[in-house]
Antibody
Framework: EVQLVESGGGLVQPGRSMKLSCAASGFTFSNYGMAWVRQAPTKGLEWVATISYDGSSTYYRDSVKGRFTISRDNAKSTLYLQMNSLRSEDTATYYC?????????WGQGVMVTVSS | DIQMTQSPSFLSASVGDRVTLSCKASQNINKYLAWYQQKLGEAPKLLIYNANSLQTGIPSRFSGSGSGTDFTLTISSLQPEDVATYFCLQHNSWWTFGGGTKLELK
């Protein structure tokens, strides 16, 4: 059974940093691209970043370029999202997703609240 | 950027009804369209990929159709457990989600 479990969220002040993790199991992690998708409170879903199966290629939405870094450790079957210079508009639930014809499996999500 | 427009935003229907949800792309996305179901407090679940392919384990009352710019998700006979918000996603050029249709029981 495919499982994706996010961790690392919480309350953070504007301008500070936070790192999210996503532990994957139930499939061969190194065979799949992975992505982060977020959902602000009462809002729709928004793609954040994608990383290729081997980590050699990364892609970001414009609003997080230069502030967020997606990475992976295939030996640990873990996906990461390093978020720097956080803004109030980054407040959202962040979902880790496996990429196959778009996102197929999703984690339960982790809440990130950016507030002073 | 490709914009995805879903309609209606809210839909109220009765158990057993045939329900049709729409998703329109601002430009041609071929068949790179997926549908997701999201229940309150849960992660989205993939229902349909490549516009009309049913994801493994999803009941056959769900079906998808369309290509190019106009797409439809149909629930042939609405069940109580289908109460949820439904999102479409285009992955022809990056990813863009539709705004969602909230489906409720009448």
């Amino acid at each position: 059974e495919v499982q994706l479990v996010e961790s690392g969220g919480g309350l953070v002040q504007p301008g500070r940093s936070m790192k999210l993790s996503c532990a994957a199991s139930g499939f061969t992690f190194s065979n799949y691209g992975m992505a982060w998708v977020r959902q602000a409170p009462t809002k729709g879903l928004e793609w954040v970043a994608t990383i290729s199966y081997d980590g050699s290629s990364t892609y970001y939405r414009d609003s997080v370029k230069g502030r967020f870094t997606i990475s992976r450790d295939n030996a640990k079957s873990t996906l990461y999202l390093q978020m720097n210079s956080l803004r109030s508009e980054d407040t959202a639930t962040y979902y880790c997703t496996r990429v196959d014809y778009g996102p197929d499996y999703w984690g339960q999500g982790v809440m990130v609240t950016v507030s002073s | 950027d490709i914009q995805m427009t879903q309609s209606p935003s809210f839909l109220s229907a009765s158990v057993g009804d045939r329900v049709t949800l729409s998703c329109k792309a601002s430009q041609n996305i071929n068949k790179y369209l997926a549908w997701y179901q999201q229940k309150l407090g849960e992660a989205p679940k993939l229902l349909i990929y490549n516009a009309n392919s049913l994801q493994t384990g999803i009941p056959s009352r769900f079906s998808g159709s369309g290509s190019g710019t106009d797409f439809t998700l149909t629930i042939s006979s609405l069940q109580p457990e289908d109460v949820a918000t439904y999102f479409c996603l285009q992955h022809n050029s990056w990813w863009t989600f539709g705004g969602g249709t909230k489906l409720e029981l009448k």
